[in-house]
């Protein structure tokens, strides 16, 4: 079974400054999705970035960008320029492409503070 | 196009009660899917409804039950509600089964005391 790892609980970052965040995950299919969800305090799930696995090209949009390590199985999301919105509990999750399992796995979660 | 909706946004019952929860998809999506969110187990994954039947389910007991409407909205059910089924339910939605995007509903927010 798939396992989705998000190893820091809290994060803080200073406004305009980068934040990494990490996620690793298991499992033994060589063809998946991979989704970073950011869920601000209003609670509305909204999608940041997807990887497909069988790019090596690195997922980016404006400020996010990911670090996809498929040998590894890290997944990890960097924020650049850092903005005060951009506070919020992130998640990493994976989704199968197997037919049939398209349901997703979602870490545990990470919560990001943004300094002023 | 207006976002996934979900009914009610609270509710508080009693343990032993049972509780029925709303979902309206996206117009046009035909998949939707269930979570449960608690702060200790985050995201766990409930079911999947496409074309009205349920497609993937998650590893919940039998008292949670769900079901997808010919217009694609969905309901789930919590029978004989214990202390630990407090949790935000989230509803998403998407186009299609497969590698279409999820969106999310705002969630409703059960409390079981």
């Known amino acids: 079974a798939q396992t989705v790892t998000q190893s820091q609980p809290e994060m803080s970052v200073q406004e305009a400054e980068t934040v990494t965040l990490s996620c690793t995950y298991d499992?033994?299919?060589?063809?998946?999705?991979l989704f970073w969800y950011k869920q601000p305090p209003s609670r509305q799930m909204i999608l940041v970035i997807r990887?497909?696995?069988?790019?090596?090209q690195n997922a980016t949009e404006n400020r996010f960008s990911v670090n996809f390590q498929k040998a590894a199985k890290s997944f990890s999301l960097k924020i650049s320029d850092s903005q005060l919105g951009d506070a919020a509990m992130y998640f990493c999750a994976y989704r199968s492409t197997t037919s049939g399992t398209y349901k997703y796995i979602f870490g545990t979660g990470t919560r990001l503070k943004v300094l002023a | 196009k207006a976002g996934v909706t979900q009914t009610p946004r609270y509710l508080i019952k009693t343990r032993g009660q049972q509780v029925t929860l709303s979902c309206s998809p996206i117009?046009?999506?035909?998949?939707v899917s269930w979570y449960q969110q608690t702060p200790g187990q985050g995201l766990q994954f409930l079911f999947e409804y496409f074309s009205e039947t349920q497609r993937n389910k998650g590893n919940f007991p039998g008292r949670f039950s769900g079901r997808q409407f010919s217009n694609s909205r969905s309901e789930m059910n919590v029978s004989t509600l214990e202390l630990g089924d407090s949790a935000l339910y989230l509803c998403?939605?998407?186009?299609?089964?497969?590698?279409?995007?999820?969106?999310f509903g705002p969630g409703t927010r059960l409390t079981v005391t």
């Open positions: 990887q497909e696995a069988y790019k090596q």
């Open positions: 117009s046009g999506h035909r998949s």
């Open positions: 499992t033994s299919e060589s063809d998946y999705y």
């Open positions: 998403a939605s998407s186009l299609n089964r497969g590698l279409n995007e999820q969106y």
